[in-house]
């Protein structure tokens, strides 16, 4: 069996200065898509996506929020025509949602939007920061497999 690295400070820093990095990305890409839904709804939207059909409470649970909040969020989400509500055939008592060709549509446009600003921020480097970039992207792949 082989025994654990020990971490260095040096490691720590790097965590830190790549949750900061990821963390800074991420809010950057959100703000790219802003207009009509808002971060937590089109978060919510794409998860109802991945799911398929799932329940409000699986969906509130898949997006760490509180169920009465995921309500709210779903009722919006359905007003706006982006999802669909509708019983569970093998139990009427839960309402699950499927996301509409509107809100796929959505998804779309929000997916371009984020794509765009990163083949801008790509189109800015030079061969050998395009290569770095690459080999980022394989490394943060394995390190999100399995989330």
Known sequence: MTPAPTLTAADLDMAVR?????????????????????PAQASMLAMADRLGSPTLGELARAEQIQPSTMTRLVGTMVDAGFLARFEDPADRRISRVTVTPGGRKELERIRKLKTAYLVEQIDGLDHDDRVQAGELVELLERLTEGA
């Open 18 to 38: 790549l949750r900061t990095a990821v963390t800074r990305l991420n809010r950057k890409l959100r703000q790219q898509a802003l207009g009509t839904v808002s």
